[in-house]
């Protein structure tokens, strides 16, 4: 059953309402797609989310680092069509690096869509090219956890961050 | 941590004001016998995490019971909502809407502002919300904050100033703030600062001391200024700041925009 669910979550991409393996939303290492060095601290079962901690969204250097990123990083496709939201969603293990990163794509009602590639494959460099953030601890031990930025896109232009 | 601030977005979130129906009164008062079974199943997902495969799936079995039971896709969606699935979360709470939109129109109207900056879509919620007759002045703020965030700053104070004067408290732990912001930013800064001493009673934060200063700079009145800019860095150190346990909130400032202002005016 797991080997099905990761066939059909092959691609960098979700779904709708995949059956989740243990937690909604979990993330398998899938070998090709991912790197070979970004490793779990704490396995697989473990990985909690974000806001489990009860500390928010948290940044290094907060958000504005993280929106400056961008806002020099990414170049525009202007265009009429290219609109609606783009979720990255990786793990940060417990050295606050970033891997199995995965995306998700819909238009302004929320209808899944592929957005132009040079969109997507921009936003997720430089997400990837981000290469700190904020360990976690619970417990005073440092844990692994899953995060995820969306973006919201008008006529390809980055106008919110989130979250 | 801002400890209020941060209960009350976890309120919103874990949906308890959108608590699990009554069962029996499905069941006695309605004499909706398969909606109470598929209550009764949802009942067995107390205790449970509401990511965990066991929760969606003791839901799922609820809505295989009887696939209108509204509560089950509202649960259901949560956990996809917290993970930032806009696509299935949305699908799910479409449905909780189509069987049950009295209970659940507000909700995913304030999720749509709140977490996806789904400005248009949150109005459109709550104008169904009108109606179908279920029109409610707390909502004013959330209106107000979307109607802000489109760059109709006339509208969002319109809809907020005629409840200064009411007993009835629609402006919540950060609203008068908002206000003070939106008159701010059109110049009227005897209003915004009124607005600021106002929220100050409520609760102190970095961010209406920022804002505070910001207003006393434009009028010239540099003690103030100075006061409140260093007062800001000092509530922020002290993790006295806009805080919510899932997202960044409108108007919430970061250390860097105070340093910022510091530098430019040589205050240290």
């Given at each position: 059953?797991?080997?099905?669910?990761?066939?059909?979550?092959?691609?960098?991409?979700?779904?709708?309402?995949?059956?989740?393996?243990?937690?909604?939303?979990?993330?398998?290492?899938?070998?090709?797609?991912?790197e070979?060095?970004?490793?779990?601290?704490?396995g697989?079962?473990k990985v909690?989310?974000?806001?489990?901690?009860?500390?928010?969204?948290?940044?290094?250097?907060e958000k504005?680092?993280?929106?400056?990123?961008f806002?020099?990083k990414?170049?525009?496709?202007?265009s009429k069509?290219?609109?609606?939201?783009?979720?990255?969603?990786f793990?940060?293990?417990?050295?606050?690096?970033?891997?199995?990163f995965?995306?998700?794509?819909?238009?302004?009602?929320?209808?899944?869509?592929?957005?132009?590639?040079?969109?997507?494959?921009?936003?997720?460099?430089?997400?990837?090219?981000?290469?700190?953030?904020?360990?976690?601890?619970?417990?005073?031990?440092?844990?692994?956890?899953?995060?995820?930025?969306?973006?919201?896109?008008?006529?390809?232009?980055?106008?919110?961050?989130?979250p | 941590?801002?400890?209020?601030?941060?209960a009350?977005?976890?309120?919103?979130?874990?949906?308890?004001?959108f608590?699990?129906?009554?069962?029996?009164?499905?069941?006695?008062?309605?004499?909706d016998?398969?909606?109470?079974?598929?209550?009764?199943?949802?009942?067995?997902?107390?205790?449970?995490?509401?990511?965990?495969?066991?929760y969606?799936?003791?839901?799922?079995?609820?809505?295989?019971?009887?696939?209108?039971?509204?509560?089950?896709?509202?649960?259901?969606?949560?956990?996809?909502?917290?993970?930032g699935?806009?696509?299935?979360?949305?699908?799910?709470?479409?449905?909780?809407v189509?069987?049950?939109?009295?209970?659940?129109?507000?909700y995913r109207?304030?999720?749509?502002y709140?977490?996806?900056?789904?400005?248009?879509?949150a109005?459109?919620d709550?104008?169904?919300?009108?109606?179908?007759?279920m029109?409610?002045d707390?909502?004013n703020?959330a209106?107000?904050?979307?109607h802000?965030?489109?760059?109709?700053?006339?509208?969002a104070i319109q809809?907020?100033?005629?409840?200064?004067?009411?007993?009835?408290?629609i402006?919540?732990?950060?609203?008068?703030?908002?206000?003070?912001?939106?008159?701010?930013?059109?110049?009227n800064?005897?209003?915004a600062?009124?607005?600021?001493?106002?929220?100050?009673?409520?609760?102190?934060?970095?961010?209406?001391?920022?804002?505070?200063?910001?207003?006393?700079?434009?009028?010239?009145?540099?003690?103030?200024?100075?006061?409140?800019?260093?007062?800001?860095?000092?509530?922020?150190?002290?993790?006295?700041?806009?805080?919510?346990?899932?997202?960044?909130?409108?108007?919430k400032?970061?250390?860097?925009d105070i340093?910022?202002?510091?530098?430019?005016?040589?205050?240290?």
């Amino acid at each position: 059953m797991a080997i099905l669910l990761m066939g059909c979550a092959h691609q960098n991409t979700t779904s709708t309402e995949k059956k989740p393996l243990r937690w909604v939303g979990d993330i398998e290492h899938d070998a090709t797609i991912d790197e070979e060095e970004f490793l779990v601290c704490n396995g697989d079962s473990k990985v909690l989310q974000y806001f489990n901690l009860g500390q928010g969204p948290v940044y290094a250097g907060e958000k504005p680092s993280l929106v400056k990123a961008f806002e020099t990083k990414y170049v525009p496709i202007k265009s009429k069509d290219q609109n609606g939201l783009i979720r990255i969603r990786f793990i940060v293990n417990c050295e606050g690096k970033a891997g199995r990163f995965r995306v998700l794509q819909s238009d302004l009602d929320y209808q899944e869509t592929k957005f132009d590639k040079r969109i997507t494959a921009q936003l997720l460099q430089i997400t990837k090219d981000i290469k700190e953030w904020v360990v976690l601890y619970k417990n005073d031990k440092p844990i692994d956890y899953y995060y995820y930025l969306i973006f919201k896109i008008i006529d390809g232009q980055i106008t919110e961050i989130l979250p | 941590m801002n400890i209020p601030l941060l209960a009350c977005a976890m309120i919103i979130f874990s949906s308890s004001l959108f608590s699990q129906p009554n069962c029996e009164a499905l069941k006695y008062y309605y004499k909706d016998t398969v909606q109470y079974e598929a209550c009764k199943k949802s009942e067995e997902t107390q205790g449970l995490y509401q990511f965990s495969k066991e929760y969606q799936e003791i839901l799922d079995d609820a809505l295989r019971i009887d696939p209108t039971f509204a509560h089950a896709y509202h649960k259901k969606s949560t956990a996809y909502l917290k993970s930032g699935d806009f696509v299935t979360w949305k699908k799910l709470m479409d449905l909780a809407v189509k069987y049950d939109p009295h209970y659940n129109l507000e909700y995913r109207g304030l999720m749509r502002y709140k977490c996806f900056r789904d400005y248009g879509g949150a109005l459109k919620d709550f104008d169904s919300m009108d109606s179908l007759g279920m029109t409610s002045d707390h909502l004013n703020l959330a209106r107000s904050m979307c109607h802000y965030s489109m760059g109709n700053q006339e509208t969002a104070i319109q809809l907020l100033e005629p409840y200064l004067d009411k007993e009835e408290d629609i402006f919540g732990l950060t609203g008068y703030l908002h206000l003070g912001v939106f008159y701010l930013e059109k110049h009227n800064y005897k209003k915004a600062i009124d607005m600021f001493d106002r929220q100050h009673e409520v609760e102190q934060t970095a961010e209406n001391h920022f804002y505070m200063a910001l207003a006393y700079k434009a009028i010239h009145q540099n003690e103030k200024y100075t006061e409140h800019l260093i007062k800001a860095k000092e509530q922020y150190l002290m993790g006295r700041k806009m805080s919510d346990g899932y997202i960044h909130p409108i108007h919430k400032i970061y250390l860097e925009d105070i340093d910022h202002e510091m530098s430019s005016h040589s205050i240290e």
